[in-house]
C-alpha cells in the first residue's frame, strides 16, 4: 500500500488549495480514507475522513463547512478540498487508510497560511 498526498503550499487567509491522495494497493472506493494534520508542536489531529461503499464523510468540527473530502475511482484517489483557510490550518496534512490490520500512511504535505 502506498499513499502520495500533494497540492499543498503558501495561501492567504481566505483561498482554497486542494490536496491529493493517490493510492496504490488499495482501492480508494472500498475503503475509508482519513485525512489529518499536524501543526509544529502539536499532536496529529484527524480532519476528517470519507468512507467506504458511498457511506458518507466525517468532519472534524474546525473544519465542518470549510472542507469536503471526495475521491475519483478512475484515478483511485482521495481529494481534500479546502476554502476559507485560516492560519490556524497551517500544518502538514497527512491521507491515510487501514488495511489488513495496518494503518497506512503517506509522507504529508506541508499547507501554509499566511498573509
Known amino acids: 500500500v502506498q499513499l502520495v498526498e500533494s497540492g499543498g503550499g503558501l495561501v492567504q487567509p481566505g483561498d482554497s488549495l486542494r490536496l491529493s491522495c493517490a493510492a496504490s494497493g488499495i482501492m480508494v472506493g472500498t475503503s475509508h480514507i482519513n485525512w489529518f494534520r499536524q501543526a509544529p508542536g502539536k499532536e496529529r489531529a484527524f480532519v476528517g475522513r470519507i468512507l467506504n461503499g458511498g457511506a458518507g464523510t466525517e468532519y472534524a468540527d474546525s473544519v465542518k463547512g470549510r472542507f469536503t473530502i471526495s475521491r475519483d475511482y478512475a484515478k483511485n484517489t482521495a481529494y481534500l478540498q479546502m476554502n476559507s483557510l485560516k492560519p490556524e490550518d497551517t500544518a502538514t496534512y497527512y491521507c491515510?487508510?487501514?488495511?489488513?490490520?495496518?494503518?497506512?500512511w503517506g509522507q504529508g504535505t506541508q499547507v501554509t497560511v499566511s498573509s
Open positions: 491515510s487508510v487501514f488495511f489488513r490490520g495496518n494503518m497506512y
